[in-house]
């Protein structure tokens, strides 16, 4: 308008970008995987056999968006990035599809709705019981992602339920690690990576918790005995 | 010749004048797919390599299309060179296959040290197409190029305390990038009982699709048991040994609840990880029944009359 308008000033202008851009790129991120499979399936370029490598890949990216998620917190606590947090749901949700994705796969193309192998899998076979249990984990966390049900539950019993994702996280990797045959190396890979992510939010838990403790006004003597 | 016969049916086999003409029809089928999809499909490689001349050709896999050259040569295991499908073909090319020499040890008249040049002037090459079905539930239609097992141990004269022999792979860190790590107990070691491994289906494969054998596939000369899981082909092989007591086998020592000794295609044996009900061929979108001893139970069966056949895995 006028020039007299004081200009807007800078920070909130760059948090402004962010909140508009965040997004965006994350679901530029979400889908470029799936992009990625259909031009290489397109293009002949998945190998020999087709449907076991996409398969992988739907899996891999399901770990890889777990990771995402679960880096949000640490990102900002280390590094200060708050866009990661703007749209940690997002990546969950992602997490969630590919997870889904991959099931959806090997139902009905890898086992092409041969229900009887499929029962006797999701029954006998650990590596698949915990991988089908991952995605009953995330599940319930995909269902309660929205607003209103974070106001339906509360925030303090949203979190504790969303706390979920770190289980969800866990079995992933031994679904993985359990489905390997001789070489462990990707699946370790994740394992230190969640590692890690868990390793960076104790700090915070432990603020967290002497800050509840300072709050009820109990001394640690009183928690944990003399 | 009772021994030739497979589960298909005469009539079911690709009559001879037709089967030298399949690499036409491969190319003509190749080209139709090619025209069919999109331009920037990749053109699929044919056979390359050194020409071996085979003197005869038995089609032992009831007249099914081999698996193309590219999916041959292109997803393998072969840990040595790495443990994803595409590992050998990318890193096996530092192979050196000649000079190559196979040592003979243990229960034989005459230990020695087999040049595999001598070898191949003196036997004559055949081509055979068999069925490959690996314990991951895939599998494919390979033509391979070699001579029987049967015609090297007769040659090598074990004696009669042989009842097993052995089998080792190269282990060469310098050009295997796959043995710097301790994925398996290094070198690799497979092993057949006697009577399995003089049987006329027991191979030697020195070539792919009349070219010589890739290195990826196990070259310069590797084993071919069309009965068992693909695990017991043994690459690369360097030293035979023949033995008293069942040799201690890498997979089976690795995990003995998945992977046994005889590891013979078992549809009503699964894995533990996996069903081996069904297999699928590789180019093929739905799996099909595996066979018992991959179709050729007529064949081999006998080998394991009054053995417990969930005990062969």
Excluded at chain 1, 87 to 103: C, D
Excluded at chain 1, 127 to 151: K, Q
Excluded at chain 1, 155 to 180: D, E, G, P, Q, S
Excluded at chain 2, 123 to 149: D, K, N, Q, T
Aim: glycine content about 8%; hydrophobic content about 45%.
């Amino acid at each position: 308008m006028s020039e007299s308008t004081a200009p807007t000033p800078k920070v909130p202008r760059r948090r402004e970008l962010s909140r508009r851009l965040a997004p965006l790129a994350a679901w530029a991120l979400g889908l470029a995987p799936l992009a990625k499979i259909a031009a290489d399936a397109l293009r002949g370029g998945l190998g020999a056999n087709p449907i076991e490598a996409i398969l992988n890949r739907l899996g891999f990216w399901t770990l890889t968006f777990l990771a995402l998620t679960l880096s949000a917190t640490p990102l900002k606590e280390v590094f200060g990035w708050t866009a990661p947090l703007r749209v940690r749901r997002m990546l969950g949700l992602f997490a969630f599809g590919y997870g889904v994705t991959h099931f959806a796969f090997y139902v009905g193309v890898d086992k092409f709705f041969d229900w009887r192998t499929i029962a006797v899998d999701l029954t006998k076979r650990p590596f698949i019981m915990v991988g089908f249990a991952t995605l009953l984990v995330l599940l319930p966390l995909a269902v309660t992602s929205t607003d209103g049900w974070v106001r339906r539950l509360g925030y303090t019993r949203w979190k504790r339920l969303h706390r979920l994702v770190y289980a969800a996280a866990v079995l992933a990797v031994v679904h993985f690690l359990w489905r390997v045959k001789a070489d462990h190396r990707r699946p370790l890979l994740f394992a230190a990576l969640f590692g890690a992510l868990f390793a960076a939010r104790l700090p915070g838990l432990f603020r967290a918790r002497a800050r509840s403790r300072a709050a009820s006004g109990r001394t640690s003597r009183e928690l944990f005995g003399a | 010749m009772s021994v030739w016969k497979t589960d298909q049916r005469e009539s079911e086999v690709t009559p001879e004048s037709l089967y030298l003409r399949r690499r036409d029809f491969l190319r003509l089928g190749a080209a139709g797919a090619l025209a069919a999809a999109a331009p920037a499909l990749a053109r699929p490689a044919g056979p390359s390599g050194p020409a071996l001349a085979a003197s005869e050709t038995r089609d032992l896999a009831g007249g099914e299309k081999p698996t193309p050259w590219d999916s041959v040569t292109t997803y393998n295991n072969f840990y040595e060179f790495g443990s994803s499908k595409e590992d050998p073909a990318q890193n096996a090319g530092s192979l050196v296959t000649r000079p190559w020499s196979i040592r003979v040890e243990g229960e034989v008249k005459k230990p020695q040290v087999l040049d595999l040049d001598g070898l191949l002037r003196s036997v004559p090459l055949e081509e055979r197409i068999y069925r490959h079905r690996c314990v991951e539930a895939w599998s494919m239609v390979v033509p391979w190029l070699g001579f029987p097992l049967a015609d090297l141990v007769r040659r090598l004269e074990p004696t009669s305390a042989a009842k097993y022999v052995e089998f080792e792979t190269l282990l060469d860190p310098s050009r295997m990038p796959g043995v710097r790590r301790g994925v398996l107990d290094w070198p690799y070691r497979e092993g057949l009982r006697m009577d399995e491994a003089v049987h006329p289906l027991a191979f030697v494969a020195v070539g792919l699709y009349g070219r010589a054998l890739p290195n990826q596939n196990g070259a310069p000369l590797r084993l071919v048991v069309p009965w068992k899981y693909g695990f017991k082909g043994a690459k690369s092989i360097v030293r035979m040994r023949f033995t008293a007591s069942m040799p201690q086998t890498t997979w089976a020592r690795m995990a003995p609840n998945e992977y046994g000794f005889y590891a013979n295609v078992n549809p009503a044996v699964d894995h533990p990880r996996w069903s081996q009900a069904k297999e699928r061929r590789i180019g093929d979108f739905l799996r099909r029944d595996t066979l018992p001893f991959n179709g050729y139970a007529s064949e081999v069966a006998s080998l394991y009359t009054g053995m417990d056949p969930r005990t062969l895995y």
